[in-house]
């Protein structure tokens, strides 16, 4: 299993996918955090502090994740 910055590969996908729909629908980030974290048995803290992590990351496997959702800090 791939891991990207301590994440499974999938669910690293599934967070960036789920703060770019949730972007779009006008949510907050602080939300999103949150609710990523409930749904995934994680803290909305530990959640924020993996996607700044992520967006700072330049190796490929994490652009690539990236890659077309325009996400920013």
Same mark, same amino acid.
Do not use: C, D, W
């Given at each position: 299993?791939?891991?990207?910055?301590?994440?499974?590969?999938?669910?690293?996908?599934?967070?960036?996918?789920?703060?770019?729909? =949730? !972007? &779009?629908? $006008?949510?907050?980030?602080? #939300?999103?955090?949150?609710? @990523? =974290? !409930? &749904?995934? $048995?994680?803290?909305?803290? #530990?959640?924020?502090?993996? @996607?700044? !992590?992520?967006?700072?990351?330049?190796?490929?496997?994490?652009?690539?994740?990236?890659?077309?959702?325009?996400?920013?800090?």
């Amino acid at each position: 299993m791939e891991k990207i910055n301590g994440y499974a590969r999938e669910e690293a996908e599934e967070l960036v996918r789920s703060i770019a729909e =949730g !972007k &779009k629908k $006008g949510k907050t980030l602080t #939300s999103l955090f949150s609710e @990523y =974290g !409930k &749904k995934q $048995g994680r803290a909305g803290g #530990s959640v924020r502090n993996y @996607y700044y !992590k992520l967006l700072k990351t330049q190796s490929e496997p994490v652009q690539k994740v990236l890659e077309g959702k325009a996400l920013h800090a």
